[in-house]
């Protein structure tokens, strides 16, 4: 079974913030925004791993998003973790232009957290009427 | 009892609209169809479109979204057209009353004849508050 772990941190040695393995199949890798995209090609295409879901959270020091790639031949789970630290206006670049599936639950985050995701091909609303005011974010913790 | 309202209630044809639920109730509303409960002995199916049923079935929360799109249900519902809100969702909201995403419980949209509570309510829950209706069609 090939090492995909090992690999990723092989490539992404300068990149990598903090690894940490809560487990021998789940595993997260810490990145700056700015590199997020590179190392989801890599996993994503190079790899192999399929992108099970991205998910988002507002934490004290800024948004937090997770990228959840699972490796199936060896049923190990791997989040990239990154922090956007500037709440008034979080950005980072999407990943939809390289997969496909992640248009959707970017689109999700950017209406309930107020991620800007650059490069997404259609940022409207997914969950929320069309109409919702602009700049109210509902999963933020200062919306009422 | 005129002859409409005995063939009405020998053959209620239902349309299930799921409000946004958390498809618990949904899958309760299911059992009541398998040979288990089989609701179809007291001649209840299932229609493929609102504008062949008597009943509308809701379960969930009514969003912004799927509020209007009840609405256009119930308005495309041949007359009389019967509402049940299924589950303690339909029923009063519970706990997304202060939801974001929540603008008004059912009976805001449209006009509930039956409620039957529960988080999801049993199937013999439902069969009882059906019998409940169909005994308000005949009089009893």
């Not at chain 2, 909201?93 to 529960?118: A, H, K, M, T, W």
Request: glycine share 6%.
């Amino acid at each position: 079974m090939e090492d995909v772990v090992g690999r990723i941190r092989e490539k992404f040695y300068d990149q990598i913030i903090k690894f940490e393995e809560k487990s021998a199949r789940r595993i997260y890798l810490d990145f700056k925004p700015a590199d997020i995209q590179a190392a989801v090609k890599f996993i994503f295409t190079d790899l192999g791993c399929r992108l099970a879901t991205v998910t988002g959270t507002d934490m004290p020091q800024g948004i937090e998003l997770l990228y959840h790639f699972s490796y199936d031949r060896s049923g190990q789970v791997i989040s990239l973790r990154t922090l956007l630290a500037n709440k008034k206006d979080p950005h980072i670049e999407s990943i939809t232009p390289l997969i496909v599936g992640a248009e959707w639950i970017e689109r999700e985050i950017w209406e309930l957290l107020g991620v800007e995701f650059d490069g997404h091909p259609n940022l409207k609303h997914l969950l929320l009427i069309d109409d919702w005011p602009e700049g109210k974010h509902p999963l933020r913790h200062d919306h009422d | 009892m005129n002859l409409r309202t005995k063939a009405l209630t020998k053959s209620l044809a239902v349309f299930h609209a799921a409000t946004s639920p958390c498809n618990n109730c949904d899958i309760e509303v299911l059992d009541l169809f398998t040979p288990r409960h089989d609701v179809e002995r007291f001649g209840i199916t299932l229609a493929g479109s609102v504008r062949h049923a008597d009943v509308l079935v809701v379960t969930g929360v009514p969003n912004y979204k799927t509020a209007e799109r009840l609405k256009k249900l119930y308005e495309q519902a041949p007359k009389p057209c019967f509402v049940i809100a299924i589950g303690g969702c339909a029923c009063g909201r519970i706990v997304f009353q202060d939801s974001y995403n929540s603008p008004c419980p059912v009976d805001e949209i449209v006009p509930v004849d039956l409620y039957i509570p529960g988080c999801p309510p049993k199937p013999e829950a439902m069969i009882a508050g059906i019998i409940k209706l169909l005994n308000k069609l005949k009089g009893k």
